[in-house]
């Protein structure tokens, strides 16, 4: 997940992530990469990412803002 400091939205989808996350074990791995750090600058700027939050899995943007819960279990549920 691409978030900054400043960002209400991503403070919400980082909450989400941590309530539903659990019940997939080990299947997915929760990163945070500022986006407004030197690195997380280059790799948002190399992935086309120009707005937080936004989550990637596998290295593929699934989402680029907040979504519901039930749709980020459906998203995560597909994979």
């Known amino acids: 997940m691409f978030y ?8 919400i989808m980082k909450r ?3 309530e539903v996350l659990p019940q997939y ?3 997915f791995v929760f990163k945070q ?7 997380g600058f280059i790799r948002t700027c190399k992935m086309g990412i120009f707005a937080v939050p936004a ?4 290295d593929k943007i699934v989402f680029r803002s907040v979504p519901t819960t039930e749709e980020l279990i459906e ?3 597909s994979y």
């Open 4 to 11: 900054t400091l400043t960002c209400p939205n991503c403070t």
């Open 16 to 18: 989400k992530l941590k």
């Open 25 to 27: 074990g080990n299947k």
């Open 33 to 39: 990469s500022l986006a407004n750090s030197p690195i």
């Open 55 to 58: 989550l990637l899995i596998d």
């Open 75 to 77: 998203k995560l549920n």
